[in-house]
């Protein structure tokens, strides 16, 4: 049996790839900083209408993922001539479930960049996000090369580079929010520090102001009960809770930056898959 050749991660051609594959997704990353700069003034049209684009690149991702992950699935448990090998290869009903999921995800991608504003740290770590994500596929391809059914390992790259990846940057993301300053609401009620921190977050779009002001909102609850529960000496799994909390909202947004990642590199492996 003929195997495929491996390829040498210092060749001319794979440094091109690359380097290609880190210029779009830093563009990407542009992108997201403009939206940050304007999204506050645009409109509800306009807003709608990045919200659609950044969803189809997410689409075009967990769509493609999914059906890989289906194929997968039918090849182990169903024989090639069973009828439900067709009728469960993933045509409308799952197009629409990774299409709510892209949705979902491209908006919490779009508010949590409206609502990070200028914070440098961020910024750079998602720049940060860029190259290791490029390089943590690039070495999975080439671990994978030899071994990987060339059909399943897409998949097994999207799923390699989004964990990697993901960790680092929500292990960054935690120590940032225990070192952040925040507002005393310890002498505060639960309703007085919503409104502290939504009553800042207008826009011109009631999309953008409504979804911020739920984000806040999110955050701000965090704050006063953090604050709350070192005031009160509440016990440790409570204290735990509000840190779960500020995992998952932190995961959130890494998912979510992460998906756009693997949309925009989707059909852009050495054999032409995704």
Not at 1 to 20: D, F, K
């Amino acid at each position: 049996m003929t195997m495929t050749p491996r390829l040498p991660v210092n060749a001319p051609a794979e440094q091109s790839r690359l380097i290609g594959h880190a210029a779009m997704l830093l563009l990407w990353v542009a992108a997201l900083w403009l939206f940050m700069l304007q999204g506050r003034v645009l409109a509800t049209g306009w807003v709608v209408a990045i919200w659609v684009v950044v969803s189809l690149v997410m689409l075009r991702g967990l769509f493609r993922r999914a059906r890989i992950r289906r194929r997968a699935w039918r090849s182990a448990y169903l024989y090639p001539e069973s009828p439900w090998n067709r009728r469960l290869r993933g045509g409308v009903c799952l197009f629409i479930i990774q299409l709510g999921k892209a949705g979902v995800l491209a908006a919490i991608l779009l508010l949590t960049a409206v609502r990070i504003g200028e914070e440098p740290e961020i910024w750079r770590l998602m720049l940060v996000a860029v190259l290791l994500f490029v390089l943590v596929r690039a070495i999975a391809d080439r671990v994978f090369w030899r071994d990987a059914s060339p059909v399943y390992r897409p998949e097994l790259l999207a799923r390699v580079g989004q964990w990697g990846t993901g960790v680092v940057m929500v292990l960054c993301l935690m120590l940032w929010a225990l070192v952040q300053p925040q507002p005393d609401f310890r002498e505060a009620t639960l309703e007085q520090a919503l409104w502290h921190v939504t009553d800042r977050e207008a826009a011109a779009s009631v999309v953008v102001e409504k979804g911020t002001q739920w984000v806040a909102a999110w955050q701000g609850a965090e704050q006063w009960l953090a604050q709350q529960v070192t005031a009160l000496d509440q016990p440790y799994w409570f204290r735990a809770g509000v840190w779960v909390s500020v995992l998952v909202r932190q995961s959130l947004f890494v998912m979510a930056l992460l998906v756009l990642f693997n949309g925009v590199l989707a059909g852009r492996l050495r054999d032409g898959g995704a």
